[in-house]
């Protein structure tokens, strides 16, 4: 089945620094990539999905880009700020009738 | 438009009770999902419902198991519960159907086993 794995598991930066979380998965079925950013105490959010037509997609600070051939994927946000301190998840999906197998998470610490 | 509402928010109960939780997806979406999670172990699938028909399993003992009812509203029950269930169990609903679509997650049900 699919493995996502995900690095670092913990992440620190200085506001207005880029942060940048890496995941790779093991099917080379898979075609959807979602991200979820996890608030203390709240429910995971979607922020940003990319599928595997598309090799980039940017939505304002944040963007994902997805590289088919080394079956890896990337969240990358930039400007960062202290709101954006939260445990972010990558998972990966092969298709409509698959299960979305979730990264372990990144905690990231933005400090002002 | 409503979001995905899990009932009950939290829970305590005794080892070797039952539990069962309640998932309300979006409005139109058919596909309900369930993970649990807890602190060690991310996030963990554990099945997958679309039309009424479980389309997927993770790998969790008999003791877990689901149903979803004709209004798309999805129910998962824990018998003999153990102090390693307490954990955060999470739905996230879908459209489902032949194409990948987004998953939008309720707020959990915290389940506390003693």
């Known amino acids: 089945g699919e493995n996502v794995e995900q690095h670092p598991s913990t992440l620190s930066v200085q506001e207005g620094d880029s942060a940048v979380i890496k995941c790779t998965y093991s099917?080379?079925?898979?075609?959807?990539f979602p991200w979820y950013k996890q608030e203390l105490g709240k429910r995971p959010q979607l922020i940003i999905d990319i599928r595997s037509n598309v090799g980039e997609k940017k939505d304002q600070r944040i963007a994902v880009t997805l590289n088919k051939t080394a079956k890896h994927f990337s969240l990358h946000i930039t400007e960062t700020q202290p709101e954006d301190s939260a445990v972010y998840f990558c998972?990966?999906?092969?298709?409509?009738?698959?299960?979305?197998?979730f990264g372990a998470g990144t905690q990231v610490v933005v400090t002002p | 438009k409503a979001g995905v509402t899990q009932t009950p928010r939290y829970l305590i109960k005794t080892r070797g009770q039952q539990v069962t939780l309640s998932c309300s997806p979006i409005?139109?979406?058919?596909?309900v999902s369930w993970y649990q999670q807890t602190p060690g172990q991310g996030l963990q699938f554990l099945f997958e419902y679309f039309s009424e028909t479980q389309r997927n399993k993770g790998n969790f003992p008999g003791r877990f198991s689901g149903r979803q009812f004709s209004n798309s509203r999805s129910e998962m029950n824990v018998s003999t519960l153990e102090l390693g269930d307490s954990a955060l169990y999470l739905c996230a609903s879908s459209l489902g159907g032949s194409t990948n679509t987004e998953a939008f997650f309720g707020q959990g049900t915290r389940l506390t086993v003693v």
């Open positions: 409005s139109g979406h058919r596909s």
């Open positions: 099917d080379s079925a898979s075609n959807y």
């Open positions: 998972a990966a999906k092969a298709d409509s009738w698959g299960k979305l197998q």
